[in-house]
């Protein structure tokens, strides 16, 4: 995929040339990030921000990788504070905010809407979550976090062996991780999840006919044994039918400090894509994880806006203009590592 002034609607339209190209740039974007150096690379352009669905940090990493770069960002959250609930069509809608806007990134809560809504779209859309479908960018950190935490350990790609763990049928992260992990082969991966809400068997055939060495199972100590990543999910009950139904599966899978010490890998690496669900009820990843160094949770969030930074520049062309419109941060930067 060439992403110069394209959409990013579905992981199935990136290549390994691709990601490997998002991947270089977005190590460029580290002393941005960091807050070592200024760029206005982007001053002038404007983001339409479009989320209909509840959000925090993809909401707000992309907003802010787009002012990282110099542009402005505009916004709008939840269905009912959006002409939508007035009956609006998508095609309508995006017609509209393609004339505010240079790029726009929409979450909404029905599956293919962010393609419907391309289609009236005269600039970039960038899909920050349909429904149950895709969560591209996420998949993009999460694969651009995996390589950085092995490397960290002194190993490459082609070593891991992956523990996706919990709601594996609703979770739109891990379906389209699936997908950009089967631009490899010969990985080990593990599904861990209760039998209900078990991968559908679409990403367990594509895992499978990729290559991989796939097991399948329910039990939390076996699934952890072999990783040195493990994904861990939430029970996603915004996509049961109840939360009573929902209910029944939180808590089912609890990763803490003694599980971890007893079961996992030395220096396993914990991902998330967060929100990990905190409550007494469910308390899937225990805060008194939170010193581990393998706990690699926030590194993932801060990776989102190197990646998310890197998206913006290819698509609007500015990825090799970058130092050009650089400058010192003018203010102290303080508590940062
Ligand atoms: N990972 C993720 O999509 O988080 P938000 O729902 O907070 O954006």
Not at 132 to 160: C, M, V, Y
Request: hydrophobic share 35%; proline share 4%; glycine share 8%.
């Amino acid at each position: 995929m060439n992403f110069r002034a394209q959409h990013l609607l579905s992981v199935r339209e990136l290549s390994s040339d691709s990601i490997e190209e998002i991947f270089a740039v977005a190590e460029k974007m580290r002393p941005y990030a960091n807050r070592q150096k200024v760029t206005r690379v982007l001053e002038g352009a404007v983001l339409g921000n479009m989320f209909f669905e509840p959000s925090t940090r993809t909401r707000v990493s992309f907003g802010c990788a787009f002012n990282l770069l110099g542009g402005e960002v505009r916004e709008t959250t939840g269905l009912s504070n959006s002409a939508l609930a007035k009956g609006e069509s998508l095609y309508d809608t995006a017609q509209v905010l393609s004339g505010y806007s240079d790029v726009i990134v929409m979450r909404h809560p029905q599956s293919h809407s962010v393609e419907e809504f391309s289609l009236g779209s005269r600039i970039p859309v960038i899909n920050g979550g349909d429904g149950p479908n895709e969560h591209p960018t996420q998949a993009l950190l999460d694969l651009f976090t995996i390589k950085n935490e092995l490397a960290r350990l002194g190993q490459s790609i082609d070593q891991l062996s992956l523990t996706l763990l919990g709601d594996l049928k609703h979770g739109r992260t891990v379906h389209s991780l699936c997908h950009l992990l089967s631009l490899y082969s010969g990985l080990k991966i593990q599904l861990v999840a209760p039998e209900a809400l078990s991968l559908p068997s679409s990403y367990v055939d594509l895992l499978v006919n990729a290559g991989h060495q796939v097991e399948i199972g329910s039990n939390l100590e076996k699934g952890l044994s072999q990783a040195n990543i493990i994904y861990q999910t939430r029970i996603q009950e915004e996509r049961f039918a109840s939360a009573e139904e929902a209910n029944q599966y939180k808590g089912y899978f609890r990763l803490n400090k003694q599980i971890y010490s007893d079961h996992c890998l030395p220096n396993a690496v914990i991902m998330h894509p967060l929100p990990r669900d905190s409550r007494n009820n469910a308390n899937e990843l225990d805060n008194d994880l939170n010193k581990e160094p393998g706990l690699a949770i926030f590194r993932q969030t801060d990776n989102g806006v190197l990646v998310r930074m890197a998206l913006f520049a290819c698509i609007l062309g500015v990825e090799n203009q970058l130092s050009k419109h650089e400058r010192n941060v003018n203010w102290h930067v303080g508590l940062r590592k």
